[in-house]
């Protein structure tokens, strides 16, 4: 089934976060300070399991006006910022975290870098902050209060170390190119100063130290500065570097053309990584704006092998990933690179980057992909904003901003045209109380407990048989006029998940309290079609996670690709108390939200099965309880034996 004239849905939002006046912001980060513990991990409860019928009435969602009436309307207390903290994301111990940088696989160990303020819970002051793992999901830092890469003392990064990228050099080294944030003086009266960025290089000072714990900027900085007709204050973020076939380097540089509309790549050249020259824009497109956090790099038609950057033969495709900066959107898009003019030309111009295909449906951005030389994976991590306050940031949370679950990342086989995304197998390491159960039935309108499924630490995994569309269902058509036009993701909003369609909604609650007063849905909705077919589309459904009122409660959703040949719809669902990870139809489309239930955490995190459709669901389902505690990040590497 091809995917329709259907636009990728935006998610409509419900609330917005509350505007926090500046003075009150600084007062408050005086006030706060200290280190923030963890929560403890919840204890499994025994649930029978049991299929209610609940015809005719509303199974998923409360009465409104009780809810209405229970509503808090405060911010998040200290105690229950707490259970927000997750278990097995990584998140620093406090302070605000945005882009992941430079990832690497080296001597040994993996190396995760990120954007970090070291001096408050919201953006500033950024450095680069770094922790190693061994794998993906336990990570360890290196020093307290010392950072790779720091801005200033030099002019070129005086104001911030912005993103960059690790490349390895003939000789091993990995160099890292990075953007620095700062000033210069302009020509124009009225404007004395110009913000402006630059790129710049850094070394480790030791390449034999497996930690890459210190590194030095490269006295050549800044190595790139922007020609005088770019505009130099949207102008960053570069690539890992390739090879082309004449043995020189390229890179991309994210960036924004005069005209302040036409998001584009600017292509670099250089002979020995630290001279460069600008060469020309290798793909643009009018109307989406700065592109952010380019990421360029080949896949195999086959299989789930990743490919190094250099890699280019025939037979493989190359996907260019851009993060836009007017939607906070990663967009990518699947073609070819032609390397006599070296430019990207998408396979589908309806879905070249910055209008198709996106990473994540839900909150994702500034992702950054690299390649696993150990074990030959492309793994993909993305950076998950808060949905709550920057008052919630400041006062009772302390920190602000995760990174999403490593991904690794292939082409869809079957599609040609979709990136599977799925969490790295090391995921699977943090497993414990499996639950199992084939050839279940979800009667319509039901409602229903998993036994052993509880808690704010899961990983779900369903196979969803295909239903079939029997009988004249006229009145479950969706027409242009009733919805057939929206965007998916105000499919979402419009029926959400107690509502009575016929094929659908059906899904899961996770982070529910037992009268879903508060509770997060996922599930599939389909439309039925004229011509008898129908349209999947994937639902997070966040507008009653929480009794706060001062909360992003956005519905996110999207269509979601499903083939004729293909057998099963299938969710995985990946909770960490305040993060609900989906992964639909084997990872071809993607959503994640941020959630921050007052009740539904901890002990009271409870999970259900639900179909609202009129008609019934077979299924398979797999369950975990994670076994990580909160949370992954455990220390400094000296703490312990490595
Ligand atoms: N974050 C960095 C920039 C990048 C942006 C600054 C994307 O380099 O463009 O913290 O989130």
């Known amino acids: 089934m091809s995917l329709p004239d259907m636009v990728r849905g935006e998610g409509v939002t419900r609330c917005s976060n509350v505007a926090v006046k500046l003075s009150f912001i600084v007062a408050l980060v005086i006030l706060c300070s200290g280190r923030w513990v963890d929560s403890a991990e919840p204890i499994s409860r025994n649930h029978r399991v049991q299929l209610r019928e609940l015809h005719n009435q509303d199974s998923v969602h409360w009465q409104d006006r009780e809810r209405e009436d229970s509503k808090a309307t405060y911010g998040e207390t200290q105690e229950q910022a707490l259970q927000y903290r997750t278990a097995f994301h990584f998140q620093p111990t406090k302070n605000w975290m945005n882009d992941p940088n430079g990832m690497m696989y080296y001597k040994g160990w993996y190396h995760l870098f990120y954007q970090y303020n070291p001096y408050g819970a919201l953006w500033g002051n950024i450095v680069w902050g770094h922790v190693v793992s061994k794998d993906l999901i336990h990570w360890k830092y290196l020093e307290d209060g010392e950072y790779p890469i720091v801005g200033g003392p030099d002019w070129y990064d005086l104001y911030g170390a912005w993103s960059g990228s690790t490349t390895f050099l003939p000789d091993g080294t990995p160099a890292m190119l990075y953007t620095g944030w700062s000033n210069v ?40 500065v922007a020609e005088p007709w770019m505009d130099a204050t949207k102008f960053r973020d570069p690539t890992e570097a390739w090879k082309g076939e004449d043995g020189s380097w390229r890179i991309l540089i994210g960036a924004r053309k005069t005209d302040n509309v036409t998001g584009t790549a600017h292509l670099y050249r250089s002979k020995d990584f630290v001279k460069w020259e600008y060469s020309h824009d290798i793909d643009s497109l009018k109307d989406t704006g700065m592109w952010e956090c380019p990421d360029f790099f080949p896949v195999g038609l086959k299989g789930k092998v990743g490919l190094g950057v250099s890699a280019n033969f025939p037979g493989i495709k190359h996907v260019l990933k851009v993060s836009l900066d007017n939607t906070k959107h990663d967009h990518y898009s699947v073609g070819v690179y032609d390397v006599k003019t070296e430019t990207f030309k998408a396979d ?32 993909l991590f993305g950076w998950v904003n808060e949905s709550d306050s920057d008052l919630d940031a400041i006062t009772s949370k302390g ?89 998916a993701g105000q499919v979402c909003s419009q029926t959400g998940a107690a509502h009575r369609g016929y094929l659908g909604p059906f899904g899961v609650l996770v982070l529910s309290t037992q009268d879903h007063k508060e509770q997060t849905a996922v599930y599939y909705y389909l439309q039925v079609r ?113």
């Open 185 to 224: 003086v302009s020509n124009v009266s009225s404007l004395p100063l110009i913000q402006i960025q630059t790129q710049n290089l850094a070394l480790p000072v030791d390449k034999d130290d497996p930690l890459l714990r210190k590194w030095y900027k490269s006295e050549a900085n800044p190595v790139i």
């Open 348 to 379: 589908d111009s309806l879905a070249d980057v910055g209008i198709g295909l996106r990473y994540d449906y839900g909150k994702y951005y500034a992702s950054k992909s690299f390649f696993d030389q150990k074990t030959g994976r492309r793994i």
């Open 399 to 487: 920190w602000s901003g995760i990174q999403a679950l490593p991904r690794q990342l292939w082409l869809d086989p079957k599609t040609g045209v979709d990136l599977i995304q799925t969490p790295v197998e090391e995921v699977d390491g943090l497993h414990k109380d499996k639950v199992s159960k084939s050839g279940f039935t979800l009667a319509a309108g039901s409602l229903a407990p998993v036994e052993g499924v509880h808690g704010p630490q899961l990983d779900v995994q369903i196979k969803f048989y295909k239903p079939e569309i029997t009988g004249n269902k006229t009145k479950f058509f969706f027409n242009a006029s009733d919805g057939a036009s929206l965007q």
């Open 530 to 642: 004229r011509d008898g077919k129908w349209d999947a589309i994937i639902c997070s459904d966040q507008s009653r996670s929480t009794l706060q009122t001062d909360v992003d409660t956005t519905v996110y959703g999207t269509y979601v690709r499903v083939l004729e040949s293909e057998k099963y719809l299938t969710l995985r669902t990946i909770v960490d108390h305040s993060v609900v990870e989906t992964f639909a139809q084997g990872g071809r489309t993607v959503v994640t939200s941020r959630v921050y239930p007052t009740l539904a955490v901890n002990d009271g995190a409870y999970f259900y099965l639900f179909n609202n459709g009129v008609g019934a669901v077979h299924f398979f389902i797999r369950a975990f309880r994670s076994n990580a505690l909160n949370q992954s990040v455990r220390g400094f590497i000296n703490e312990d034996s490595h």
